[in-house]
């Protein structure tokens, strides 16, 4: 338990940064799990690439944020312009 007040600060900080981070990481996952199922599909060639751009999005800003890792965006990037591509 905390003895200080900045500690008291600090835990209530972390505790509402995750609670911002984990819904984020969702929406990613979420997101992630969307374009992949298009992309199996393999029908609807114009859903896939508006799923690729949301995604894409969602991973640049949390990429910049330092929510996920920039190299983790970048190669997400690249799997997601390879199911695009082919």
Do not use: F
Request: proline share 0%; no cysteine; glycine share 2%.
């Amino acid at each position: 338990m905390a003895n200080t007040k900045s500690a008291l600060k600090n835990n209530r900080k972390t505790i509402a940064r995750t609670l911002h981070n984990r819904s984020r990481k969702s929406r990613i996952k979420t997101l992630a799990k969307k374009v992949a199922a298009l992309a199996a599909d393999g029908s609807d060639k114009e859903a896939l690439k508006a799923a690729a751009i949301d995604y894409v999005s969602a991973m640049d800003k949390a990429a910049k944020t330092n929510l996920v890792h920039a190299n983790k965006a970048s190669r997400a990037k690249a799997s997601v312009a390879k199911y695009i591509a082919g």
